[in-house]
């Protein structure tokens, strides 16, 4: 099992202390937190968890995307497929990368038979990203969102082993 994955455009490694300052700057833009249902709003260096609670590493939950060796978003893996960039980086395929790269990872390197992911409805941007990757809609409800404090429309969504390999 690797703690590296590179791609085209992008390495994905484990978070470190020097991007506290990039994570502190992304969840502090509310037009990047309000698609997200965790991360409270605002943030602080107080909300900031690199590290599992032993001082483990917590690749592969939770991993930076590095774009020409600065870090401009975050991707997670197992056993949600989750991402957020920076508003510099949105609009160039660096998610749909990335999201694609830690599937083939998880995929590849773990015995997960499936990843889960979704969107909240309106975030038109997440829900193509997961197409791309070969998500497909598994059901709809609510979900909580932390940054705007309620309750939002969500859809569901679900990408198998087998799907992914059929794809490959």
Not at 56 to 62: D, F, G, K, L, T
Not at 119 to 130: D, I, K, R, T
Not at 141 to 166: I, K, Q, Y
Request: aromatic share 10%; proline share 5%.
């Amino acid at each position: 099992m690797t703690d590296m994955i590179k791609t085209e455009r992008l390495v994905l490694r484990p978070v470190v202390d020097a991007d506290a300052t990039i994570v502190i700057e992304g969840f502090n833009d509310f037009d990047v937190v309000k698609w997200l249902a965790r991360p409270p709003y605002p943030f602080g260096i107080e909300d900031l968890k690199i590290r599992n609670d032993d001082g483990s590493s917590r690749w592969p939950a939770h991993a930076a995307i590095e774009h020409d060796g600065r870090m401009i978003g975050m991707v997670s893996g197992v056993p949600h497929l989750g991402f957020w960039l920076l508003r510099t980086a949105w609009g160039q395929g660096f998610a749909t990368e990335a999201g694609l790269a830690m599937a083939a990872y998880v995929f590849a390197d773990t015995d997960e038979d499936h990843l889960v992911s979704g969107y909240f409805e309106g975030n038109e941007a997440s829900a193509n990203v997961l197409r791309k990757i070969g998500f497909v809609e598994t059901g709809r409800g609510t979900h909580w969102c932390n940054p705007r404090s309620e309750e939002f429309p969500h859809v569901d969504m679900r990408l198998n082993r087998t799907d992914w390999e059929a794809q490959a």
